[in-house]
Structures are given as structure tokens and as C-alpha cells.
């Protein structure tokens, strides 16, 4: 503790503000974490019938002769 004591005055907070910083930096990490695992997961899976539909139907709206 002793340890969390002198880097808590080092950054100006109290030992409760250390850790409570601590705290939320793991939390901010462990979802984005879980957000990038999670897109992963989907970019590496076939697109579904649904989804492919979908592209092509963009595809065909954004497929604009530019008339310049």
C-alpha cells in the first residue's frame, strides 16, 4: 500500500482516488476489450444471406454514374 500511497501523491490524488481511477481505467479497458472481441467474432463469420442482400442493395443505390 505503501507503494499506491506515493504514486497516488505523485499524480496528486488521495489513495481512494487511485484506486478509483484504477478501477475505472480496468472497466474502460475490459469493454473495449470485449467490444473489440466481439467484432472480431463478427468480421470473421460469412455474411448471412440477410446481410449480402443488404450490400447488394446498397451497392446498387451508391452505383451513381458521376455526370461531371
Keep these: ?3 499506491a500511497d506515493q504514486a497516488a501523491r505523485g499524480v496528486g ?3 481512494r482516488g487511485l ?6 481505467d480496468f472497466l474502460q479497458r475490459r469493454c473495449r476489450t470485449r467490444i473489440t472481441s466481439q467484432l472480431n467474432q463478427s468480421y470473421a463469420s460469412e455474411a ?5 442482400r443488404l450490400v447488394r442493395k446498397f451497392r446498387t ?3 451513381v454514374v458521376d455526370r461531371w
Design 1 to 3: 500500500m505503501e507503494q
Design 13 to 15: 490524488l488521495s489513495r
Design 19 to 24: 484506486i478509483a481511477e484504477a478501477v475505472r
Design 48 to 52: 448471412s444471406p440477410d446481410e449480402r
Design 61 to 63: 443505390k451508391l452505383s
